[in-house]
């Protein structure tokens, strides 16, 4: 039971690149979110997922794209890379709310765009 | 909208000591309430967690945690920390008003335990 996994690690990226980032999940939950972590800014929700096939924003969606195609994957897009999109950048899901919605982190992705 | 206020950024403590981080929240309905610790390098870890019941609520490693209502706080609390306990600690809150299984985040509190 592997929990969640991201894929890759790190990345550096220059301005204006694209990229995707993976998320997987071996829970079975329907839930699934993408959070950045800033220095003094705590985690920030970019988008989110409620289950397969439908997403929704965040608080921070700007400049991200995401898809949930299958329920055990949340993909994250970057269309066009920003300096400001620098940042570690963390998935995680969770149960529904009956379950009493404790999220399951993954361990993170370390972008920096150039 | 919901919001975390970790007043603590950093707290720097000798081993053995007590600590107590300041989590408040600004929502009037019904909540959520946790607690996670980043250790350095590492993934966010559930350290504890508030649904209902008894408004203390004990995790892992000695840690614990007390929700009052009246004062919109859930504040973390270890008796005797240690140096392995250096890490980043945050609070967080679900608003239960629909729409999603969202936490909102507090800032973050910085912790490190010196020998």
């Known amino acids: 039971n592997a929990g969640v996994t991201q894929t890759p690690k790190f990345r550096v990226l220059k301005t204006g690149q694209s990229m995707t980032l993976l998320c997987a999940q071996d829970?079975?939950?329907?839930?699934m979110y993408w959070y950045r972590q800033d220095p003094g800014m705590g985690l920030r929700l970019i988008h989110y997922?409620?289950?397969?096939?439908?997403?929704a924003k965040g608080e921070v969606p700007d400049g991200y794209n995401v898809s949930r195609l299958k329920k055990q994957n949340f993909l994250l897009g970057l269309e066009s890379a920003a300096p400001s999109q620098t940042s570690v950048y963390f998935c995680?899901?969770?149960?529904?709310?009956?379950?009493?919605?404790?999220?399951?982190f993954g361990p993170g992705t370390r972008l920096t765009v150039l | 909208a919901q919001s975390v206020s970790q007043h603590n950024h950093h707290v720097i403590l000798s081993e053995a000591a007590s600590l107590e981080l300041g989590c408040n929240y600004s929502y009037g309905g019904t909540v959520n309430l946790f607690w996670y610790v980043q250790y350095p390098g590492q993934h966010l870890q559930l350290l504890l967690k508030y649904f209902s019941g008894d408004p203390l609520v004990k995790g892992i490693k000695g840690f614990e945690a007390e929700f009052i209502k009246s004062k919109f706080s859930f504040n973390l609390r270890k008796p005797s920390v240690q140096w392995s306990d250096t890490a980043e600690y945050f609070c967080a809150v679900n608003a239960l008003t629909g729409g999603g299984n969202k936490l909102t985040f507090g800032t973050g509190t910085q912790l490190k335990v010196e020998l």
């Open positions: 995680a899901s969770s149960y529904d709310r009956g379950q009493g919605n404790e999220q399951f």
């Open positions: 997922s409620v289950g397969e096939g439908t997403t």
């Open positions: 829970m079975n939950h329907e839930y």
